[in-house]
């Protein structure tokens, strides 16, 4: 079947890019061979326009039927990365290959060497997609912090016990100059303890208000860790999708003076235990390090898909 390629048009496209997402989730048995909508949902309201800040014009592309029927969709997550959606119905190399084409392009961004170059995700157990970027000249990308480990948890099975550490109170985010302790823990979470990083966050939370406008946010599933000086010690937000009945838990932290102290599996835990009282029949985490793997393994066992870079320079 012929396919036509076109841009990203309007906001009307990003409706229709999430419900591409769960349909071809449930297509695909729940596995993450594209995107989960909460991730799009991150990205769209908080990455792109806080971070990335990308012409959504030159970096969205969509594959159509005839009739209109979106088949696949090429989007970027960072400078030089492409991801392909592909609904399983109209799957093909050749498809696979022009939305490659496309991403080389369009998508070339300099690494820090100054090099031109192209990044394409694939699923580790992906043979064609591999087979197609060797042929045009990729590598995969041998570094392991760079595969994104993504794992799995059935919400049939039952969750383990974890008791709340001592000192501590697990709970939803509050209202009111909470979220500002909130942004302020995470400059510390993810910068390394950099108070200059904490207080930026603090002092203009609009980037906060950008996620929290996001469809999918639940201030009940947007979890805490609080110590007894009342600071927000580790913290995650989850993201269930109704429609999927699938849960995507980004961001997590812990700030380090309150690591080793059990904090991150016990938010963890609680948002499993709260999405399995909602209904929810899978949760997903992605981890790049070895302690956030790590972590994630604790809780959520073995079962996980990987998800790997392949680089092409030109």
Known sequence: MKLKMRPYHNEEDYWKMRQF???????????QHSWHVARLDYWWWFIQPDIEKIDLSTSIFFWETETGELAAILNPEGKGQAYLQIHPKYR?????EEMIVTAETHFK???????QRVLVFADSKDATRHNILKRRGYQKVERPETNETIHLFSLDQEIPHMDTPEGYTIRALGHGLELLERCYASGL????DDIQTARENRDD????????????YRRDLDLVAVANDGSIASFCTVWFDDVTRTA????????????????????????????????????????????ANGLYFSVFGKEYDLLQPWEKFF
């Open 21 to 31: 997402l769960r349909e071809v989730m449930l297509l695909n048995d729940l596995h």
């Open 92 to 96: 093909t190399p050749e498809l696979e």
């Open 109 to 115: 961004h300099p690494n820090r060497e100054g090099k």
């Open 189 to 192: 979470g993810f910068h390394d």
């Open 205 to 216: 939370p609009s980037w906060y208000h950008h996620i929290q406008s996001a469809p999918l």
């Open 248 to 291: 995507y838990f980004e961001p997590v932290a812990t700030v380090p003076k309150h690591q080793r102290h059990g904090l991150g599996k016990a938010v963890l835990t609680e948002g499993l235990k709260r999405l399995k009282t909602m209904g929810a029949k899978l949760a997903t985490v992605g981890g790049y390090s070895d302690a």
